[in-house]
């Protein structure tokens, strides 16, 4: 337990302070065609990983959700302009390094934001969405959420309850007049911070409800998963340098999905 805990400190802390330099922490460059698919994480001492746990323990203590994180950028956004159409990318680290690592995506789409928080769970989402979503008077949001629930960042939960908290954000931007885009989760065989979860399996049982709601309730749905998975329904290391965030030419992929997804909303009346 406590190396998994020490694993998730360290997976954590590189998420969020190493944001500017994530393709290097993650052993990838910017050639969509680099083929390296293990993360390196540095070896830290126990001092070092004490004092991450206090860093760690006092945000948790102090700001659960992260709302200071993007705080000072949701004051200076500007108003939406006539006729723009803003979207709003809901998550975790994947859509926090989607912008880093893929950066020409969100440079060509200017009225993509991106609010993705590194190492988050749905429920801490779920308190932030109004801050960090409904304030932002988007006409779409984006909603890439779950993997972390499933490795137990936050401790254990069930299926039922992530499922719940993702129809609770979609819940609150339909209330506010903001159309859904609601995404798979991506395809994970096994997380190196929560060894032994095998949560391939869970992934596609929660995929498989997100589904069935979209398709109940009129919401556009991104199949991430298939287009990302392998035979062992991990993803394809072609894809990803760890197995569980896309490199560069995953995030191409998952482009042209989210793209179509969004234009196809907008499109909805």
């Given at each position: 337990m406590k190396t998994r805990m020490n694993k998730l400190f360290v997976f954590t802390f590189l998420s969020l302070f190493c944001i500017g330099s994530m393709p290097m922490c993650f052993g990838q460059g910017n050639n969509p065609s680099d083929k390296k698919s293990n993360a390196r994480m540095p070896a830290f001492t126990p001092a070092q990983l004490d004092s991450l746990r206090k860093v760690m323990?006092?945000?948790l203590r102090k700001d659960w959700a992260f709302l200071k994180r993007y705080s000072d950028e949701n004051k200076n956004l500007p108003a939406v302009a006539p006729g723009e159409k803003r979207v709003v990318f809901m998550g975790n680290s994947i859509t926090e390094f989607w912008k880093t690592i893929d950066g020409d995506f969100f440079t060509k789409n200017k009225s993509f934001i991106d609010r993705?928080?590194?190492a988050?769970?749905?429920p801490q989402?779920?308190?932030?969405f109004r801050d960090?979503?409904?304030n932002l008077n988007p006409s779409v949001v984006v909603i890439l959420a779950g993997t972390n629930d499933i490795?137990?960042?936050t401790g254990p939960t069930t299926l039922e309850n992530i499922f719940g908290n993702i129809v609770s954000m979609a819940e609150l931007a339909k209330a506010n007049k903001i159309k859904v885009v609601l995404c798979s989760v991506l395809p994970v065989y096994k997380y190196s911070w929560s060894p032994g979860l095998e949560p391939s399996g869970k992934i596609i049982e929660l995929n498989a409800m997100l589904q069935s709601y979209s398709k109940k309730n009129?919401?556009?749905y991104v199949d991430f998963h298939s287009a990302l998975a392998d035979e062992k329904k991990g993803m394809k290391a072609e894809y990803s340098p760890d197995g569980v965030h896309p490199n560069l030419k995953g995030y191409k992929v998952m482009d042209d999905l989210v793209e179509k997804a969004i234009s196809t909303v907008l499109k909805s009346k």
């Open positions: 323990d006092e945000r993705g928080i590194s988050q769970t749905t989402m779920l308190v932030r960090d979503v409904i490795a137990g960042n009129n919401i556009v």
